[in-house]
């Protein structure tokens, strides 16, 4: 009875937090498109036929809008969604002041060349403009009817309540725009305090249904439902966010407030990434609860070369350093600044950002693991850009944001990518044709290597993060500009929208942030403003030097300096535990750590014979991608029989024991397994470990290596990227083609037997 009485009370929240989006959105959509008029006035007149044009093509997209919205609440009547929505639309609202003028100025300019008048022009301007702000503002209302129906009986009644908002929110925000807000601040600013609300609206449903889902998850131990509830959160973050950006004219302030949250958030408490995406149950994050922990294992990157940085536990120096990255960058979070000419924000003082790369710099000598999971790539580079005069800090971070894009596209130039989009796309929650995903496959399900539509739309992606960042860069601004910003975010919303297995999505929604700042607010700033030859020469190197590097010495540089982000080309580990003994138990009894191993983590929510079907899921994940099809072929190798041991991700054992994985086998390779053997002391055949490496650019194959936890390496070799690429995702009867550089005796037998 009580449970009842509960879920009574959460739908009458539920139904009060959708009545304020549905009337918030009612409002947004008739301000919109009063301010549509006036963006359009100067350029084709306020005449009849140009109303004409405008309301009819409103009801053309609200119209589009309620049959999407009705027809996807139908297949997945998530409130997330319906926040994702309205923060889009947001988004694409705050954009639109922007983008209009250089817009509407080419149009104007190419109308006038064929003499077809304001009729056409401001037809094919307001179509151009609004699609897509209104008709995600159309979805928002057959989309919480949705949402707020319990009882068919009670349709009418809540379909008619929550029109009736809408339209009295339309009627609100048609007269306070048009007689309060454009009158007294202008239609720009009316549109951003447009989006503003939207985006507080969006903000409020993401963080009140996060903390309902989270007070379910209390009662019924459901791990997916602190997962909804913290991604529920980031779209809350986002959310604010963009508000306060669009509020405040995207000024420095919230971009340098987003950019320190952007960096805490990522090293402190995500540790690049969280929850069930990055194979993490229970608890759901990594990062802090192992950093600020003693006796936890720590990775330094070289020991040998670098003095007083031996040893792979972590002591209270390493928990010193880590704390004093965490108070440095609070420190310029909650500072003022000091003074700078014409910049309200004030300046970061060099002298406390200087104190956060060098407690940061200190950390990574220590343990690599913080310090790339803090994504100093990103992070790292701007607080650079912020020891310099004020004067370098658009056109330098805008330098950082096009390398970051050029590098990762270039990685993306090999055979591997084609597997990453097709699988991506096969699992992305909004692809529910099932016919679709068969044609990213040549021949489903039989073949499962890309097939052409499949490589295409790995390729024209790549082409889209090519060209799009240097128009941004040459344009300075201007139509063209808007337009690449336009697709820049929609690129960035699309990898949002596939919720990718282990990506860092808030790092999408800092990128996103940074466009509308860098290249949509500030797009037209002169390259001469940067200036300094020293700051020139330091970038050259950590956005230039380090990924070429990196893409030629792969096993020198981690993939994240390398900016090969999602490429398929990544190093790769799979560890085989000895199901005899319990092998893989003995990183539960020997190992301080802030989680239990995964099969144990598991065990809360699922039964025994689930739990290993999950387990395997992941495994299945790796296959589908070319490496993964290597690793199939490299375990059969490494051990006598694969039945009698337990196979396990390199990724699921970093997690566990570093506190942080994301697709870098330099974390699980044999420096982790040696930390791991300290402890442990694996017996001969107890634990072997297959390392894949990545693939450089200027060769056509990859070093493979195999260890034994006690004995050593057992083999070395290359496999051909060809032969990666033409195997099936599935184990095979046939011996995997290697080519042996360094056998012990053992694997030269085996490799003569096969």
């Known amino acids: ?78 409130p997330r969604l319906l926040g994702l929505i309205v923060l889009v639309a947001a988004l694409f609202v705050a954009i639109t002041p922007f983008v209009a003028r250089p817009v509407l100025d080419v149009a104007l300019e190419g109308l006038d060349a064929v003499d077809v008048g304001a009729v056409v022009g401001s037809f094919f301007a307001a179509l151009g403009l609004f699609a897509i702000p209104i008709t995600l503002l159309g979805m928002v209302s057959p989309f919480a009817i949705r949402l707020a129906l319990v009882d068919v009986a009670q349709a009418g009644t809540v379909a008619g309540r929550l029109y ?21 601040i202008g239609t720009q600013r009316t549109m951003l305090v447009s989006a503003a609300l939207l985006a507080f609206a969006a903000a409020l449903v993401s963080l009140r249904l996060a903390a309902e889902l989270v007070r379910r998850h209390r009662r019924r131990r459901a791990p997916a439902l602190v997962a909804w509830a913290a991604s529920l959160g980031a779209y809350a973050v986002a959310s604010a966010a963009l508000a306060w950006g669009a ?36 608890p759901m994050i990594g990062g802090a609860l192992y ?68 407690v940061l710099c200190l950390l990574g000598l220590r343990d690599k693991v913080p310090f790339l999971a803090a994504r100093a790539e990103v992070y790292g580079n701007l607080a650079i850009i912020f020891l310099f005069p004020l004067t370098n800090m658009i056109v330098a971070a805008q330098l950082v944001f096009v390398c970051i894009w050029l590098g990762a596209a270039s990685s993306k130039l090999n055979r591997h990518f084609p597997f990453v989009v097709t ?21 489903h399900p039989e073949d499962l290597r890309p097939s052409s539509l499949g490589a295409f739309a790995a390729h024209f992606g790549t082409a889209m993060e090519f060209t799009l960042p240097l128009i941004l860069l040459v344009s300075q601004g201007g139509a063209i500009g808007a337009i690449a910003v336009a697709g820049m975010v929609i690129f960035h919303l699309h990898i949002l929208s596939t919720f990718p297995l282990a990506v860092p999505l808030e790092w999408n929604i800092f990128m996103v942030f940074g466009l509308l700042f860098l290249f949509g607010h500030y797009g037209d700033t002169s390259w001469s403003t940067i200036d300094d030859p020293l700051l020139l020469a330091i970038l050259g190197v950590t956005c230039i030097g380090f990924p070429v590097l990196g893409n030629f010495r792969p096993d020198l540089i981690s993939f994240l300096p390398s900016m090969r982000y999602y490429a398929g080309n990544w190093a790769t ?29 598991l065990a809360d929510f699922y039964d025994p014979e689930l739990v290993e079907v999950l387990i395997y899921k992941g495994l299945a994940f790796r296959s589908m991608h070319s490496h993964g099809r290597a690793l199939n072929g490299l375990v059969q190798r490494a051990v006598d029989d694969v039945e009698d041991y337990e196979v396990r991700e390199g990724e699921l054992v970093a997690g566990v024991v570093l506190g942080y994985n994301f697709g870098d086998g330099h974390f699980h390779d044999q420096r982790l397994l040696a930390a791991i053997q300290e402890r442990c002391r694996f017996g001969p055949g107890e634990l072997r470990v297959v390392v894949l490496e990545s693939q450089p650019a200027h060769l056509r194959r990859q070093r493979y290596r195999i260890f034994d936890a006690a004995t050593g390496l057992v083999e070395e070799g290359w496999v051909s990227v060809a032969d990666m690429v033409e195997r099936q995702p ?14 012990s005796d053992a694997s030269e037998q085996a490799a003569t037997a096969a």
Do not use: H
Not at 1 to 17: H, K, N, Q
Not at 315 to 327: E, M, Q, R, S
Not at 588 to 598: G, M, N, R, S, Y
């Open 164 to 184: 009736a908002l809408s339209t009295v929110g339309s009627i609100l925000g048609t007269f306070l725009s048009a007689i309060v807000a454009i009158p007294l």
């Open 247 to 282: 509020a405040a004219g995207w000024s420095e302030a919230p971009f340098r407030v987003y950019y320190l949250c952007g960096g805490l958030l990522t090293a402190a408490l995500l540790g690049a990434g969280s929850l069930p995406l990055t194979l993490r149950f229970k």
């Open 573 to 601: 580990s799979q560890w085989l535990f000895r199901k005899q003994g319990n092998a893989e138990g003995k990183l539960d009894d020997e190992l301080v750590k802030a989680a239990p191993i995964v099969t144990e983590q």
């Open 423 to 443: 699988v991506m796309i096969s699992n992305t929650p909004w692809n529910r044709w099932r016919a679709a995903k068969r044609r990213l496959y040549r021949d």
């Open 291 to 358: 950093w600020l922990r003693p006796g936890t294992t720590r990775l330094p990157p070289w020991p040998e070369r670098v003095p007083l940085t031996r040893g792979t536990r972590r002591t209270l120096l390493d928990v010193a350093l880590y704390a004093g990255l965490i108070v440095a960058a609070l420190n310029l979070l909650l500072s003022d600044g000091i003074d700078a000419t014409a910049v309200s924000a004030g300046r970061l003082a060099p002298v406390a950002v200087a104190a956060l790369l060098a």
């Open 730 to 743: 599935w184990l095979d009867q046939r011996p995997f083609p290697v080519e042996i550089t360094s056998p």
């Open 1 to 78: 009875m009580a449970e009842a009485v509960s879920t009574l009370d959460d739908a009458a929240r539920l139904r009060v937090r959708l009545s304020v989006v549905v009337f918030t959105a009612g409002a947004g959509t008739l301000a919109t498109e009063i301010a549509a008029s006036r963006l359009l006035a100067p350029y084709f007149g306020s005449s009849t036929i140009v109303w004409a044009n405008i309301i009819g093509l409103i009801l053309v997209y609200l119209s589009l809008g309620y049959w999407l919205g009705g027809k996807i609440a139908d297949r997945r009547p998530e």
